[in-house]
């Protein structure tokens, strides 16, 4: 991510020097402009250097900038779930803190709703990362058997679970 540097010096200075620590970014380690940007090559820890010059006279400041790599975050792809059914989606591990659309702080979270849920998570540095997933719901199919019936033994009685369904699993293994 490009960082924004400002100076800020009380009087108007007549012209500035950047030095951002970075030599890997070749020509772009240096700057002229008072307010510029710059992009890291790599994380690690740098030495922010800034020469000003206000009427003939040289003043230096320094800080220490750790850049560090973002974290990266994946609930998925969009999905699909059953009406009234649960469906979980885990941030994973590793993160300093979380952020849920639904307002929870946890890495899980089990929801029974369709719609679009999204993440935020932190890492130590407090750089974060944030993901979306879009839960679409499947209606149930509906199944009725009938009252429940009494019957002696050994008479056969057939149960019907209706027409039009992918496919059928009955308690006895049966598949029809």
Do not use: R
């Not at 012209?15 to 402009?33: I, L, Q």
């Not at 090559?41 to 750790?66: C, M, Q, R």
């Amino acid at each position: 991510t490009p960082t924004q540097f400002y100076e800020n010096s009380t009087t108007e200075p007549d012209s500035v020097f950047w030095d951002f620590g970075n030599p890997a970014s070749g020509a772009e380690n240096y700057s002229t402009e008072f307010d510029p940007v710059h992009l890291f090559t790599s994380p690690g820890l740098f030495n922010v250097k800034l020469k000003v010059w206000i009427e003939g006279h040289e003043d230096v400041a320094s800080k220490f900038f750790n850049v560090s790599v973002p974290p990266i975050v994946n609930l998925g792809d969009d999905t699909f779930f059953c009406e009234g059914d649960s469906y979980t989606m885990d941030a994973g591990p590793g993160y300093e803190s979380y952020a849920w659309s639904t307002g929870d702080t946890t890495q899980t979270i089990t929801v029974q709703t369709a719609g679009t849920y999204w993440v935020e998570v932190y890492n130590d540095d407090d750089c974060n990362a944030i993901d979306t997933l879009l839960l679409n719901a499947y209606e149930k199919p509906s199944v009725n058997l009938g009252s429940d019936l009494e019957f002696c033994e050994g008479v056969l009685h057939e149960l019907d679970a209706g027409s039009g369904h992918a496919s059928y699993l009955w308690s006895t293994g049966d598949t029809t």
